[in-house]
């Protein structure tokens, strides 16, 4: 037997309005807020992938003494290297190694992913030209 709330008074009528404008109000923002996480994890993994898996030349990288991970991220993005300069930085941040890229001259492919990439560049084993 179903309750109508027509026969309730008009404060409690008023009461189960707001409350299921608030329900649906939390409701929208936790889809939201899944479905931007959704979003993201999504594109930091495929970030994480090679660039260019059937690229298999290498191209001369450069990292100069005195130079930040963001700006070696970038270079590395701008080059053609990596996917996105935003997610090498994260990843640094996740693994805990914010600092260890080492300088020197490299050959690096993209056909690598991300974390081979950045296993390189912390060895510091340079590459000859």
Known sequence: MAISSEGLPPIKRLHNKKLRLVCTVLAVLIVAVLGVGFVSYNWYNQCLQPKDASHLRKIRFVIHQGEGNAEIAQNLEKTGI????????????????????????????????????VQHLEAGKTDLF
């Open 82 to 117: 990596i996917r996105s300069s935003q997610a090498m930085v994260l990843y640094l941040e996740f693994i805990g190694k914010p600092a260890n890229l080492q300088a020197g001259t490299y050959a690096i492919s993209p056909s690598l992913s991300l974390p081979k990439i």
